[in-house]
């Protein structure tokens, strides 16, 4: 008896490691002994939170776009949509949420900033602000040119 409730609190507490381990760093992150242990690249993010509605290329096309009430926008194109500016800005606080922003996002749009926030990491608020911020720089990379 006592050796399986051993066993038990073992395997509890591997969960409990697991749920709150950090990160792995992405094979695309640098080797800088100065990154901070919740790096991850920004296409990473971008494939774990955002393909399932805006598609694996940011076109609007993921697989859950079809079942929403308004389109999920091509992200290549914001930029263009934003009279040829890339607002960083803009795209942070339409990624965080918590700070509504008229006609951007909208009620299918999670509201990232508390996701992470409420995560099992518990991310403090530098480390969600650190995920948006690489999320942004990557979004930025992937605009459309000349459409």
Known sequence: MARRIWWSVLGLAA???LATAAPAQSQDAPASSSMPSTFYAGKDLFKMYCTACHGES???DGPLA???KRKPPD???FAERNGGVFSSTLLVRI????VKEQGHGGPDMPVWGEAFRASGNGMTDEQVKERIDVLTQYLKE???KNH
């Open 15 to 17: 969960l409990a490691f």
């Open 95 to 98: 990624i965080d949420g918590r």
């Open 66 to 68: 079809a079942n929403m």
């Open 142 to 144: 992937i605009q459309r």
């Open 75 to 77: 992200l290549t194109l």
């Open 58 to 60: 940011a076109h609007g």
